[in-house]
């Protein structure tokens, strides 16, 4: 079974958000790295400072299989970017919890993160779209 750690939120879309007060660091679930396989190109189209919507893309994740687009799991502002996967989309793949993250949000509402999914209803909608 993929791995689904405790202590993260999620969305439907298989982003994760770890939340630190009002900074969220975002990046992509072990189910999704599963799903698209090995990760040739991550294109983060926003800078320092750009307001993003719940739900708007923010870039889209390449793989030997197909083109998927990464959405933000909350509003907020970026306040800092993984510049690394510009020359290693590989991180992704190897610590997609870690070194594999893509943007760091800063929310009004801390409350936001509350409104993810926990691992066990993350773990349900995985096992529901596996099926």
């Given at each position: 079974?993929?791995d689904?750690?405790?202590?993260l939120k999620?969305?439907?879309d298989h982003?994760w958000a770890?939340?630190?007060?009002?900074?969220?660091?975002?990046?992509?679930t072990?189910?999704?790295?599963?799903?698209?396989g090995d990760i040739?190109?991550v294109?983060?189209?926003?800078?320092?400072?750009?307001?993003?919507?719940?739900?708007?893309?923010?870039?889209?994740i390449?793989?030997?299989?197909?083109?998927?687009d990464?959405f933000?799991?909350?509003a907020?502002?970026?306040?800092?970017i993984?510049?690394?996967?510009d020359?290693?989309p590989?991180?992704?793949?190897?610590d997609?919890y870690?070194?594999?993250?893509?943007?760091v949000?800063e929310?009004?509402?801390?409350?936001?993160?509350?409104?993810?999914l926990?691992?066990?209803?993350y773990?349900?909608?995985?096992?529901?779209?596996?099926?």
């Amino acid at each position: 079974m993929t791995d689904i750690p405790a202590g993260l939120k999620y969305t439907k879309d298989h982003e994760w958000a770890k939340a630190d007060g009002r900074k969220v660091r975002v990046g992509i679930t072990a189910f999704a790295v599963e799903q698209l396989g090995d990760i040739t190109l991550v294109n983060l189209d926003v800078k320092v400072g750009d307001e993003l919507a719940a739900g708007k893309a923010f870039g889209t994740i390449e793989s030997v299989k197909t083109l998927s687009d990464l959405f933000a799991p909350m509003a907020g502002k970026v306040v800092e970017i993984n510049g690394e996967l510009d020359g290693k989309p590989e991180l992704v793949n190897e610590d997609c919890y870690g070194k594999g993250w893509m943007v760091v949000l800063e929310v009004a509402d801390e409350k936001a993160v509350d409104a993810l999914l926990d691992e066990g209803a993350y773990d349900a909608h995985v096992k529901a779209s596996a099926h």
